[in-house]
């Protein structure tokens, strides 16, 4: 107990706020500059710190970042991803999103939420750490890694490498409001392709329009969205979601008077702990008479309140006096995989609003993320000793 508070005092406010502006200032969005930059500068910055980091190729010039504290089984993984989003129009800023400017207790950039206030907590967390154990009984593993945005290549790669193997539980640094966050819902992303025959749109009876199938289909989802929401909501994850995102038919550009040859729909799945993926995909496929394109599949996770990462994590906030709420995630995270494919137990706890990920103008709040790093310390503390 009195180390992990020693840990938490030994948080420099400085150096947290110094490196998440120096993260913020250095775009990492994918399509575009990528993660190898702020990698390098992690890479560098921890090496400058008394660090051995390593990189692994997620994927073509997208690294995933590795340090550690301490060596044998046991540890705590901390985990955060260095991609953000794009953007888009800069125009639409009112702080350019790479300025990283501070202005009435925020810092305003792109990332600066979702989710470098977080990394550079989880990194400012790890340093304290190390001021105060010097070689933890167990050892504290950061991963900073890519690709979270889209198809968590980075998490896939990590824990497809063994990279998770011997630890007992991993900290995922997400923009919750620093709820311990025990739920993460599911996602599967569907393709589905509803063949059509070219014809004169003026003698539609010589071919076969994919469209009034495909809109047919459309409609019938709702139904099953309200069954699967009266049969399977979730007290913290709300209820499951089946939201049509794209649909494609065209046979050609400014072709207006030409059935196409098919009908392409894109579903964005989202489920709760319970739904069983394989015979959502299977209802899916008879309800439209086609075959669905598994593009991505995201499992429902939960971790158990008992779990020991559990009660560190709410020690940690006691230990500070800050309220400890409970939550869910309304998504996938890098934690979906660490639970699902490595076994781990996950708290996703993280600085920043939920709903600020990915607008105009993202900001977080610095104390917000110095407390963070403080309750990332003692929470450290706590689960290794």
């Not at 890479?43 to 044998?72: H, I, M, S, T, W």
């Not at 309140?305 to 890098?334: F, I, S």
Request: aromatic share 6%; net charge negative; charged share 25%.
């Amino acid at each position: 107990m009195e180390k992990a508070l020693l840990a938490a005092e030994a948080v420099a406010e400085k150096e947290v706020l110094d490196l998440l502006k120096a993260l913020v200032r250095i775009p990492s969005h994918y399509p575009g500059p990528g993660e190898k930059e702020v990698v390098a500068f992690l890479e560098a910055y921890l090496k400058e710190r008394g660090f051995k980091p390593f990189l692994q190729e997620a994927a073509p010039g997208r690294p995933n970042l590795v340090a550690d504290l301490g060596e044998g089984e046991g540890g705590l993984i901390l985990e955060g991803h260095t991609d953000v989003v794009t953007p888009g129009d800069e125009a639409l800023w009112r702080y350019p999103p790479y300025g990283a400017v501070e202005e009435g207790g925020r810092l305003y950039g792109r990332g600066a939420c979702d989710m470098k206030g977080g990394l550079a907590a989880l990194v400012g967390a790890m340093l304290a750490v190390k001021r105060v154990l010097g070689r933890p009984r167990h050892p504290l593993r950061l991963a900073a890694l890519a690709d979270e945005e889209e198809m968590m290549l980075g998490v896939k790669a990590f824990v497809g490498a063994g990279l998770a193997r011997g630890f007992r539980g991993a900290l995922v640094a997400e923009p919750e409001e620093m709820e311990v966050c025990l739920w993460q819902k599911g996602a599967l992303r569907l393709r589905l392709l509803f063949p059509g025959r070219m014809a004169h749109g003026a003698m539609p009876y010589a071919g076969e329009n994919p469209i009034p199938k495909a809109a047919r289909f459309v409609l019938e989802l709702k139904a099953l969205e309200e069954r699967l929401q009266r049969d399977f909501s979730h007290p913290y994850l709300g209820p499951p979601y089946l939201t049509p995102t794209r649909f494609l038919a065209t046979a050609g550009e400014g072709q207006l008077n030409v059935l196409p040859p098919r009908a392409e729909l894109a579903l964005d799945v989202r489920t709760v702990p319970g739904v069983d993926h394989a015979a959502l995909v299977a209802e899916l496929g008879r309800m439209a008479g086609v075959e669905v394109e598994v593009l991505e599949d995201r499992p429902p996770v939960e971790t158990p309140k008992e779990d020991p990462l559990v009660q560190a994590a709410e020690e940690a906030l006691r230990l500070l006096g800050l309220p400890v709420k409970h939550g869910g995630v309304p998504g996938a995270t890098d934690g979906t995989f660490l639970r699902a494919w490595a076994g781990l137990p996950v708290v996703v706890m993280g600085p920043g609003g939920k709903t600020l990920p990915h607008q105009v103008d993202e900001w977080v709040e610095v104390e917000e993320v110095v407390r963070a790093a403080r309750v990332y310390a003692a929470l450290a503390v706590l689960y290794l000793e």
